[in-house]
């Protein structure tokens, strides 16, 4: 089994910062691709950033210049530092792992945290 265990959410006034950390634990070997996405309220979840195993980045619109999405492959973990956040980024973010090789058995995909709340007052 693989858990992800996502970390650094809070509150934080416009302008501020904040890092987010996601960490994948079980019997892995290596993961693909990891990303961060969120869901504010009554809105579909959506996709921030991405990282794949070789540190190709992705970002939507939204966050490209204020977002930076790394990785620790050694420690499964992934990190989305968030500068000059706004009110617009208020959501719950959630960490992905697309597929997930472990060491013994087939691999797993598609694996979720449990999500982190940032919020960002107007």
């Known amino acids: 089994q693989v858990q992800l265990v996502e970390s650094g959410g809070g509150l934080v006034q416009a302008g501020g910062s904040l890092r987010l950390s996601c960490a994948a634990s079980?019997?892995?070997?290596?993961?693909?691709?990891m990303g961060w996405y969120r869901q504010a309220p009554e809105k579909k979840r959506e996709l921030v950033a991405t990282?794949?195993?070789?540190?190709?980045?992705t970002y939507a619109d939204s966050v490209k210049g204020r977002f930076t999405i790394s990785r620790d492959n050694a420690k499964n973990t992934v990190y989305l530092q968030m500068n000059n956040l706004k009110p617009e980024d208020t959501a719950v973010y959630y960490c992905n792992a697309d597929r997930v090789f472990m060491r013994l058995g087939p691999f797993l995909s598609d694996r979720w945290g449990q999500g982190t709340q940032v919020t960002v007052p107007s």
């Open positions: 079980g019997n892995i070997r290596s993961i693909n691709t």
């Open positions: 990282i794949t195993n070789g540190d190709s980045a």
